[in-house]
C-alpha cells in the first residue's frame, strides 16, 4: 500500500529530521485518503529521546505471525504506557511468544563521529589561506542486542548518550540470525542478506557474536546478494 502523507518539502527540512525516530511517526500519520494509519507488520518498537522512552509503536496484530493481511500501526507515548519495567515485561513476553529464549529485543543507535578536513577548493579563498578546517560530523549505526537482565540493566541503570530505537527481537525459522536489507530504485531492486555463522543457541558466545549480521564484523556472517 503507497503512503500519500506528505514528507518534508525541501532538503534542508529533510536533513532536519532523525530518521531512525521519526520514520515511526511518518508511517502513523493519517493517510490522505481514507484517514487511516499505514498498515504494516511491525513488532513492538520504542522510540528512546533524552535517556527515556517517548513513544511506542506496534501493529495492532504483533504476533510476529504471516497471517495474510497487514495490520494498523499503532502509538503510545502516554507516560504510564512507557514505564521500564513493563517494558522489559513486554519485550520478553513477546519474545517467549515468537519462540525465542535468549535475545529479547535490541537498540539501534546513530553515534556521531567527529572527522576534521580541510575545506576543498570550492570554499572561499580567505578560508583556505587560513587554512581552516571544517568540524565534519559523520555518523554510525550502532546495534546492541539484549536478554531479560542485560535489557532490565539498559532501561533502569544504563545512561544512553544518543536517541535511538528500542524493538523487539524477532527470530527467524532457522539456527542463525539473519537480516535482509533491499535498495529500491525505479530501475533495479537489489536485496542483499546476511546470515550469521554462530548458532543463535549457543550461550558460549556473547550476543553481539550470535546475532550481528550487517551491523557487527563482515568475519560474524555471510553475504548472499540477489538483484532483478
Same mark, same amino acid.
Given at each position: 500500500?503507497?503512503?500519500?502523507?506528505?514528507?518534508?518539502?525541501?532538503?534542508?527540512?529533510?536533513?532536519?529530521?532523525?530518521?531512525?525516530?521519526?520514520?515511526?511517526?511518518?508511517?502513523?500519520?493519517?493517510?490522505?485518503?481514507?484517514?487511516?494509519?499505514f498498515?504494516?507488520?511491525?513488532?513492538?518498537?520504542?522510540?528512546?529521546?533524552?535517556?527515556?522512552?517517548?513513544?511506542?509503536?506496534?501493529?495492532?496484530?504483533?504476533?510476529?505471525?504471516?497471517?495474510?493481511?497487514?495490520?494498523?500501526?499503532?502509538?503510545r507515548?502516554?507516560?504510564r504506557?512507557?514505564?521500564?519495567?513493563?517494558?522489559?515485561?513486554?519485550?520478553?513476553?513477546?519474545?517467549?511468544?515468537?519462540?525465542?529464549?535468549? &535475545?529479547? @529485543?535490541? %537498540?539501534?543507535?546513530?553515534?556521531?563521529i !567527529? /572527522?576534521?578536513? +580541510? $575545506?576543498?577548493? =570550492?570554499?572561499?579563498?580567505?578560508?583556505?589561506?587560513?587554512?581552516?578546517?571544517?568540524?565534519?560530523?559523520?555518523?554510525?549505526?550502532?546495534?546492541?542486542?539484549?536478554?531479560?537482565?542485560?535489557?532490565?540493566?539498559?532501561?533502569?541503570?544504563?545512561?544512553?548518550?544518543?536517541n535511538?530505537?528500542?524493538?523487539?527481537?524477532?527470530?527467524?525459522?532457522?539456527?542463525?540470525?539473519?537480516?535482509?536489507?533491499?535498495?529500491?530504485?525505479?530501475?533495479? &531492486?537489489? @536485496?542483499? %542478506?546476511?546470515?550469521?555463522?554462530?548458532? !543463535? /543457541?549457543?550461550h +558460549? $558466545?556473547p550476543? =553481539?557474536?550470535?546475532?550481528?549480521?550487517?551491523?557487527?564484523?563482515?568475519?560474524?556472517s555471510?553475504?548472499?546478494?540477489?538483484?532483478?
Amino acid at each position: 500500500m503507497s503512503k500519500t502523507t506528505s514528507l518534508p518539502i525541501d532538503f534542508a527540512a529533510a536533513q532536519r529530521l532523525s530518521w531512525l525516530e521519526d520514520i515511526y511517526n511518518y508511517l502513523h500519520a493519517p493517510d490522505v485518503k481514507n484517514s487511516s494509519s499505514f498498515r504494516c507488520n511491525l513488532a513492538e518498537t520504542y522510540v528512546m529521546r533524552y535517556n527515556r522512552p517517548a513513544a511506542m509503536f506496534v501493529s495492532s496484530n504483533s504476533s510476529g505471525k504471516a497471517e495474510g493481511r497487514e495490520s494498523e500501526l499503532l502509538k503510545r507515548d502516554k507516560a504510564r504506557d512507557l514505564v521500564s519495567a513493563e517494558i522489559v515485561d513486554c519485550l520478553t513476553q513477546a519474545a517467549h511468544s515468537r519462540g525465542c529464549l535468549n &535475545v529479547v @529485543a535490541f %537498540y539501534v543507535t546513530h553515534e556521531p563521529i !567527529l /572527522n576534521t578536513r +580541510r $575545506l576543498s577548493e =570550492s570554499r572561499t579563498r580567505s578560508n583556505e589561506e587560513n587554512g581552516s578546517n571544517q568540524q565534519a560530523i559523520k555518523f554510525q549505526t550502532h546495534v546492541e542486542y539484549f536478554h531479560a537482565e542485560s535489557l532490565k540493566n539498559f532501561l533502569s541503570q544504563r545512561p544512553k548518550d544518543h536517541n535511538g530505537v528500542l524493538q523487539a527481537f524477532v527470530p527467524v525459522s532457522s539456527k542463525y540470525n539473519r537480516v535482509i536489507r533491499c535498495v529500491w530504485t525505479p530501475a533495479l &531492486v537489489r @536485496a542483499d %542478506y546476511r546470515v550469521n555463522k554462530n548458532y !543463535l /543457541n549457543d550461550h +558460549r $558466545l556473547p550476543l =553481539s557474536q550470535r546475532c550481528a549480521t550487517f551491523d557487527g564484523p563482515l568475519h560474524l556472517s555471510r553475504l548472499f546478494s540477489s538483484a532483478a
